[in-house]
């Protein structure tokens, strides 16, 4: 049925897009501001070690900033393409059901026309004067029995066409009603692609001022360690958080477990990242916005951006064992939720600075990473 107020909440939920999306401009503004500002000091202050480390440090912040910005998008824009396939869905399923009545009430209709027609043939009858026909009480009885049967089923079949009418008119409206929804829903697409191109935008002149930060091979390796530290530290407070949490069956090397996400392993578990830095995970090559699914159930413990993995989300298997999937474009899940086996729980990006996208991925046992391999089958 047609919601009585959907002008109104249509007319308000206009307004919300707008103020946000007003606001989003804003915010992109300020970061362009402040990126031109950090782009003039290093240019005029190169050679000053110092005053660099204290740029670099704005330059993360300000990618923080910029990732976080596109992953609030992102995920605007994976929201809206489920709306539009679930309102596809259902006005395809409106025009099955619409079609299959369609047919029911031609059948009814003709099945009505014909008994009408044979009510006519049969002739008017009436009751009066088959009393003052002089035949038998037992027949009178069983004509009128049988045109008593007759008018019930004539009304029956009239209920029914009615009914049939009714669904029918309730369908079409409902299909003007998600017609409209599923225009609003494509204009909304268009503004969220518009506004993620922006921001993606912004975020590649902040990754290349980054990077001539980090032009030196010590800077680069200092860069990593730094990293490594957020993430220990991060895994730590893990831990220390999964001993309030219900028991959970962890993972098994028996039943082998499908990888987060398809695609061509780029780096492998142990390889060699940069000096005497090794991966502790795997880097797999993927489409970006393609999903990622959670290899086990589990619990999410960390769902939020760090500094060289980009947007990151780890989730808690139990028994000492937890995931963690990392450069993700956006995250569909936060810190609390629960998370099924093959559930979505991000998207593959390229946050934490990457410049291809991709997804990082390790399995931890006790704060130790170990080879996802063991886990996952190819």
């Known amino acids: 049925m047609v919601n009585i107020n959907f002008f109104s909440k249509a007319s308000i939920f206009a307004g919300f897009i707008l103020l946000s999306t007003q606001l989003q401009a804003s915010d992109l503004q300020q970061r362009q501001s402040d990126l031109k500002q950090l782009q003039s000091q290093i240019s005029r202050q190169e050679s000053d070690l110092k005053d660099t480390d204290k740029q670099r440090t ?16 992102a995920k605007k ?58 035949q038998s009480p037992a027949t009178i009885e069983r004509l009128l029995t049988y045109y008593q049967y007759l008018n019930k089923a004539r009304m029956a079949s009239i209920n029914e066409l009615q009914e049939t009418m009714k669904e029918l008119d309730e369908i079409t409206k409902e299909q003007i009603s998600q017609k409209k929804n599923l225009n609003r829903l494509i204009l909304n697409q268009q503004q969220q692609n518009k506004q993620l191109t922006l921001e993606q935008g912004q975020r590649q002149n902040t990754l290349a001022l980054l990077q001539k930060t980090l032009n030196s091979r010590g800077a680069k390796l200092e860069q990593l360690q730094i990293e490594e530290a957020s993430l220990k530290r991060i895994v730590e407070q893990a831990i220390v958080d999964t001993k309030n949490t219900p028991k959970m069956n962890g993972l098994s090397h028996e039943n082998k477990l499908s990888w987060p996400t398809e695609g ?26 393609q999903a990622i699914t959670a290899i086990a159930s589990g619990k999410v413990i960390y769902a939020d951006w760090l500094r060289g993995f980009g947007m990151v989300l780890v989730v808690n298997h139990g028994k000492g064992y937890m995931s963690l999937y990392g450069h993700a474009q956006t995250l569909l899940k936060n ?19 990457q410049t291809e996208a991709g997804l990082y991925f390790e399995v931890r046992h006790k704060g130790q990473a170990v080879d996802p391999a063991k886990y996952c089958k190819r």
């Open 58 to 73: 704005k330059l993360v912040n300000l990618l923080k900033k910029d990732e976080k910005a596109i992953a609030v998008v």
């Open 77 to 134: 824009v994976n929201q809206t393409k489920t709306s539009l396939a679930q309102t596809d869905k259902k006005l395809i399923s409106l025009t099955q059901r619409q079609k299959a009545l369609n047919k029911l009430k031609k059948r009814q209709q003709e099945s009505l026309a014909n008994q009408l027609a044979s009510a006519y043939l049969s002739g008017n009858h009436d009751y009066s004067k088959m009393l003052l026909n002089q």
């Open 335 to 353: 810190a609390g939720d629960h998370v099924n086996k093959g559930e979505s729980v991000a998207l593959v990006g390229r946050s934490g600075g």
């Open 264 to 289: 061509r392993i780029k780096s492998g578990f142990g390889s060699q990242r940069s000096g005497q830095v090794k991966w502790k995970g795997v880097t797999v090559s993927a489409p970006e916005g």
